[in-house]
C-alpha cells in the first residue's frame, strides 16, 4: 500500500492532533446509539425507584435514525424497547405497574417514531443520490478508458464523482496515438450537470478528430475553440457568452525524442515527477484565457516544450483535486505531498492521489476529479 507522506509544515503535529479528534467524534457518533442503551441499562438498575431511564432508551433510536440504516434503526429501536422492558422488570418490585407501562409506552412510541425519521431521511436522500448516478454514468460514458500501453508509453487515467449531485460533470480527458505523436487532453466544463456532460461530449469529439489531422497543438486547440463557439451560439443567456472549458493539451512526439509540449489553456499545471524524487510543476511561460473565450485574447497558442527524462512521470488532474478541503478549509496540495516520492508505474500513482484526497477530505470529493498519468519506461 503507498501512502504520501505528510507535508512538513511546524503545525504538523497539531494537524496530526486535531485528525485524531475529528475520527474519535465520528466515531463518538456512530457509537451514540449503543451508549446511550448502556447508560439506561446502568442508570435503570443503579438508581431508586423513583428515577427512570427512560429518556436514555427513548434518545437511542432518535440518535441512530438520521445516521443508520432502516436495519440498523429498527435493530436499535428493538433494543431500546427490550432493555427499557428489562429494566422495569427488574425495578417492578418496587415501583407502581402503572408508572412502568407508561414508561414502556413512551419508549414504544418514540422508536416507532425513529423510523419514521430514518424513512423520511431516505426519502430526502434518495432523489439527489438518482441524479448523481445519472449525472455520473453519463460522464463515464463519454470517458474512453485508455489502454494501458501506447506508443511504447504507460497511461493510466481515473474519474471520481462527487459526492453532490450538484458538482457531478463536466470534468472530462482522452489520450490518442495520433500521427504526430501520442496526444492527450484534461478539461473541465464550465458548470455541472447534464449540460456540462453535453459540452464534455462536443470538446471530446472535437478533439479526436483535431489530433489526427492537426499538425501542431496551437492548431489543435484552435479546432476546439471553434467548435465550442458553435456549440455556445446554439444556447442562450449566460451560457452563449460565458460558457468555457478550461483545459490543458499534451504531445509527446512520435519520433522518440524525449521531449513533452504542454499548451495550457486556464487549468491547473501538470506535474512532472522524475524518477529520482524530483518534482516540477509544469506552469505555462505564459497564461492564456480557457478554451471557449480565445477572442477575448488576440494571440496565437504556443505550446511550451520540456524535457521529459525515461523513468519520469507526468500527472494531469482537474481543479476537483486542488480544491479540495479538509474539515478545516485547507486546500489539497498534490505538489507539497508528492514531492520526494516514487512511484511503479501510473496506476499506483493515481490510486494513491485519490486515496490521500479522500483521507484530506474525510470523504469522498466536494467536486468531481478526472485524473491521467503517463510514464515513459526506462530505456525509452
Same mark, same amino acid.
Given at each position: 500500500m503507498w501512502r504520501l507522506r505528510d507535508e512538513a509544515s511546524p503545525g504538523g503535529e497539531g494537524e496530526k492532533r486535531r485528525s485524531r479528534v475529528v475520527l474519535f467524534g465520528r466515531l463518538l457518533v456512530r457509537r451514540l446509539p449503543l451508549l #446511550?442503551?448502556?447508560?439506561? #441499562?446502568?442508570?435503570?438498575?443503579?438508581?431508586?425507584?423513583?428515577?427512570?431511564?427512560?429518556?436514555?432508551?427513548?434518545?437511542?433510536?432518535?440518535?441512530?435514525a438520521p445516521l443508520s440504516s432502516l436495519r440498523g434503526t429498527v435493530l436499535t429501536a428493538l433494543a431500546a424497547v427490550l432493555g427499557e422492558i428489562w429494566?422495569?422488570?427488574?425495578? /417492578?418490585?418496587?415501583?407502581?405497574?402503572?408508572? /412502568?407501562?407508561?414508561?414502556?409506552?413512551?419508549?414504544?412510541?418514540? &422508536?416507532? &417514531?425513529?423510523?419514521?425519521? =430514518?424513512? %423520511?431521511?431516505?426519502?430526502? &436522500?434518495?432523489?439527489?443520490? /438518482?441524479?448523481?448516478?445519472? /449525472?455520473?454514468a453519463a460522464q463515464r460514458a463519454v470517458l474512453a478508458t485508455p489502454p494501458e500501453r501506447l506508443a511504447g508509453l504507460a497511461i493510466a487515467a481515473r474519474y471520481v464523482g462527487a459526492r453532490a449531485a450538484a458538482r457531478s460533470g463536466g470534468d472530462l480527458y482522452a489520450v490518442q496515438d495520433t500521427p504526430h505523436g501520442v496526444r492527450l487532453i484534461v478539461g473541465d466544463v464550465r458548470g455541472k450537470g447534464t449540460a456540462a456532460?453535453?459540452?464534455?461530449?462536443?470538446?471530446?469529439?472535437?478533439?479526436?478528430? &483535431?489530433?489526427?489531422?492537426?499538425?501542431?497543438?496551437? %492548431?489543435?486547440?484552435?479546432?476546439?475553440?471553434?467548435? #465550442?463557439? *458553435?456549440?455556445?451560439?446554439?444556447?442562450?443567456?449566460?451560457?452563449?457568452?460565458?460558457?468555457?472549458?478550461? %483545459?490543458?493539451?499534451?504531445?509527446?512526439?512520435? =519520433?522518440?525524442?524525449?521531449?513533452? *509540449?504542454?499548451? =495550457?489553456?486556464g487549468h491547473p499545471s501538470p506535474l512532472l515527477l522524475t524518477p529520482d524524487g524530483g518534482l516540477r510543476e509544469l506552469a505555462p511561460a505564459a497564461h492564456a484565457l480557457p478554451l471557449g473565450l480565445g477572442e477575448m485574447a488576440g494571440r496565437p497558442d504556443r505550446p511550451d516544450e520540456t524535457f521529459f527524462p525515461a523513468g519520469a512521470l507526468l500527472l494531469f488532474f482537474t481543479d476537483g483535486v486542488t480544491e479540495a478541503r479538509d474539515l478545516l478549509g485547507r486546500f489539497y496540495n498534490p505538489s507539497g505531498k508528492l514531492r520526494g516520492c516514487r512511484f511503479p508505474g501510473p496506476d499506483v500513482l493515481l490510486d494513491t492521489v485519490i486515496e490521500d484526497v479522500a483521507r484530506h477530505t474525510g470523504g469522498a470529493p466536494a467536486d468531481d476529479m478526472a485524473l491521467v498519468a503517463v510514464q515513459r519506461p526506462m530505456g525509452a
Open positions: #446511550l442503551i448502556a447508560g439506561g #441499562l446502568v442508570f435503570g438498575m443503579g438508581t431508586p425507584a423513583g428515577y427512570t431511564a427512560a429518556p436514555f432508551f427513548a434518545a437511542a433510536p432518535l440518535a441512530a429494566v422495569v422488570g427488574y425495578r /417492578s418490585a418496587a415501583q407502581g405497574r402503572g408508572a /412502568s407501562v407508561t414508561e414502556v409506552l413512551t419508549v414504544l412510541v418514540v &422508536a416507532l &417514531a425513529a423510523l419514521g425519521v =430514518n424513512r %423520511a431521511v431516505r426519502l430526502a &436522500a434518495a432523489r439527489p443520490v /438518482s441524479l448523481q448516478d445519472v /449525472s455520473e456532460v453535453q459540452t464534455a461530449v462536443i470538446v471530446l469529439g472535437a478533439f479526436r478528430e &483535431a489530433a489526427e489531422q492537426e499538425r501542431t497543438l496551437g %492548431a489543435v486547440a484552435g479546432r476546439l475553440e471553434r467548435a #465550442l463557439q *458553435r456549440e455556445g451560439g446554439q444556447r442562450e443567456g449566460v451560457e452563449q457568452t460565458e460558457g468555457f472549458t478550461t %483545459a490543458v493539451l499534451a504531445e509527446i512526439p512520435a =519520433n522518440g525524442q524525449p521531449v513533452l *509540449r504542454v499548451l =495550457n489553456r
